[in-house]
């Protein structure tokens, strides 16, 4: 079996401020990994994935993330963090030789002025 | 182009009625899937169609089921509605599969079942 652990139900930052989202998995099989975003009454937005290669994963709106095989860890970073960020982010896996995804329970990451 | 288009957005049902959701995919995209939010059970996968075919299913109960036409656009069916039904219902398309083309995500049907 498979999940995911956010780590975090709600993580409060300053504007500016620099922010990691926290992501752990299981599994004991290889697993492709995603974040998503998902803005107040909209649908989810794929930020960034990590698929093979670079452990390091750039993707939209600054963001990055890091996979850690050995710590089996996804976290979500940026350097500095805007109040229009201020939104629930979510971590997936998806199984090798699966087409469903598995999410975890999200983040809701509340940006400050 | 336009987004994965989800149809309606608000709905508001009583126990035991069922309910018809409809979701448009992405020009050219062939495989739909369906998934449930819920705050105490976050997203959860329900199926995926494609080409017409459902191609993997989740562990929901049979009252949920769906399909696809073939312009890929897609229904879902729920029977019987029960309270824990009430969720946020998101359709995401894609050319086919996760790994290479990404899900798409419509903004959701929200069903409130009282």
């Known amino acids: 079996a498979q999940s995911v652990t956010q780590l975090d139900s709600q993580v409060p930052v300053f504007e500016e401020a620099p922010v990691e989202l926290r992501c752990n998995y299981s599994?004991?099989?290889?697993?492709?990994l995603f974040w998503y975003v998902q803005y107040p009454n909209q649908g989810l937005q794929l930020l960034l994935k990590?698929?093979?290669?670079?452990?390091l994963v750039k993707g939209i709106n600054g963001f990055e993330a890091e996979f850690n095989k050995s710590q089996t860890s996804f976290h979500l970073r940026k350097p500095s963090v805007h109040i229009s960020d201020t939104a629930e982010y979510f971590c997936?896996?998806?199984?090798?030789?699966?087409?469903?995804?598995?999410f975890g329970s999200g983040t809701r990451l509340q940006v400050q002025p | 182009k336009a987004g994965v288009t989800q149809t309606p957005r608000y709905l508001i049902k009583t126990r035991g009625q069922q309910v018809t959701l409809s979701c448009s995919p992405i020009?050219?995209?062939?495989?739909v899937s369906w998934y449930q939010q819920t705050p105490g059970q976050g997203l959860q996968f329900l199926f995926e169609?494609?080409?017409?075919?459902?191609?993997n299913k989740g562990n929901f109960p049979g009252r949920f089921s769906g399909r696809q036409f073939s312009n890929s656009r897609s229904e879902m069916n729920v029977s019987t509605l029960e309270l824990g039904d009430s969720a946020l219902y998101l359709c995401?398309?894609?050319?086919?599969?996760?790994?290479?083309?990404?899900?798409?995500f419509g903004n959701g049907t929200r069903l409130t079942v009282t």
């Open positions: 020009s050219g995209h062939r495989s």
């Open positions: 599994s004991s099989v290889s697993v492709y």
């Open positions: 990590y698929l093979s290669g670079s452990t």
């Open positions: 169609y494609f080409s017409e075919t459902q191609r």
């Open positions: 997936a896996v998806l199984k090798q030789g699966r087409r469903a995804l598995t």
């Open positions: 995401a398309s894609s050319l086919d599969g996760i790994i290479d083309s990404p899900l798409h």
